[in-house]
């Protein structure tokens, strides 16, 4: 059984950093693509970054580019996402993605297991 659980969320000011964790369980990690997307109150689900299953291709939403990055772990089956520079528009339901056909796409048709998200509230 496939599981993607994220971590990381929480309540920081406005400036802050924080660093989103997603572990997969139950599939090789190693030839799998990531993305995380987020969802804030009253919105559509959106693309925030995603990765390639070899790391070599990332992918930015502009709303995140400059101030987010997106990496992975293939030994620990984590990938991750750094939040620099946070503003109150970036508070969201964050959720990772898993893509088993190992390409990074915006898309978020293209993943095939989702986790449960992150919470992460950015205060003014």
């Known amino acids: 059984q496939v599981q993607l659980v994220e971590s990381g969320g929480g309540l920081v000011q406005t400036g802050g950093s924080l660093r989103l964790s997603c572990v997969v369980s139950?599939?090789?990690?190693?030839?799998?693509?990531m993305g995380w997307f987020r969802q804030a109150p009253g919105k559509e689900r959106e693309f925030v970054a995603a990765i390639s299953w070899d790391g070599r291709t990332t992918y930015y939403a502009d709303s995140v580019k400059g101030r987010t990055t997106i990496s992975r772990d293939n030994a620990k089956n984590t990938a991750y996402l750094q939040m620099n520079s946070l503003k109150p528009e970036d508070t969201a339901v964050y959720y990772c993605?898993?893509?088993?056909?190992?390409?990074?796409?915006?898309?978020?048709?293209?993943?095939?297991?989702w986790g449960q998200g992150t919470h992460v509230t950015i205060s003014s």
């Open positions: 993605a898993a893509n088993f056909r190992g390409i990074a796409s915006r898309a978020p048709y293209e993943y095939d297991y």
């Open positions: 139950g599939r090789t990690f190693s030839i799998t693509a």
